[in-house]
């Protein structure tokens, strides 16, 4: 199990960013994919995520109507498409992958996710 992400850069503040998760080794029907972030001094928090099988959509508060998680399952990427940006969503960002079937009240647990890809950094600035 393997999982790529990309697709971060630097960008102004109100600008766009897509990120991609790229998915090996299992498929997108069998594992859902959580989008964390870990900011500067701060703790990874959970941003977005994508079940299993039916595809539901779950996000933290502090970006839901800006961020938005989809997932191609042919090439079996999921996307994080990430629109009006603030400086305060400057950070390394990480897709991860679970085969549990995750809720509301537990998706954006860390534990619950078994596979995690590496990092690619997001700058917004102001």
């Known amino acids: 199990v393997q999982l790529q992400a990309s697709g971060g850069g630097l960008v102004q503040a109100g600008g766009s960013l897509r990120l991609s998760c790229v998915a090996s080794g299992f498929n997108l029907y069998s594992y859902g994919i959580g989008w964390f972030r870990q900011a500067p001094g701060k703790e990874r928090e959970g941003v977005s995520y994508?079940?299993?099988?039916?595809?539901?959509?779950f996000y933290a508060a502090s970006v839901k109507g800006r961020f938005t998680i989809s997932r191609d399952v042919a090439k079996n990427t999921v996307y994080l498409q990430m629109n009006s940006l603030k400086p305060e969503d400057t950070a390394i960002y990480y897709c991860?992958?679970?085969?549990?079937?995750?809720?509301?009240?537990?998706?954006?647990?860390?534990?619950?996710?078994?596979?995690w890809g590496q990092g690619t950094l997001v700058t917004v600035s102001s």
């Open positions: 994508i079940r299993r099988s039916s595809g539901s959509t």
């Open positions: 991860a992958a679970t085969p549990k079937g995750l809720i509301a009240s537990s998706w954006s647990t860390e534990r619950n996710m078994h596979h």
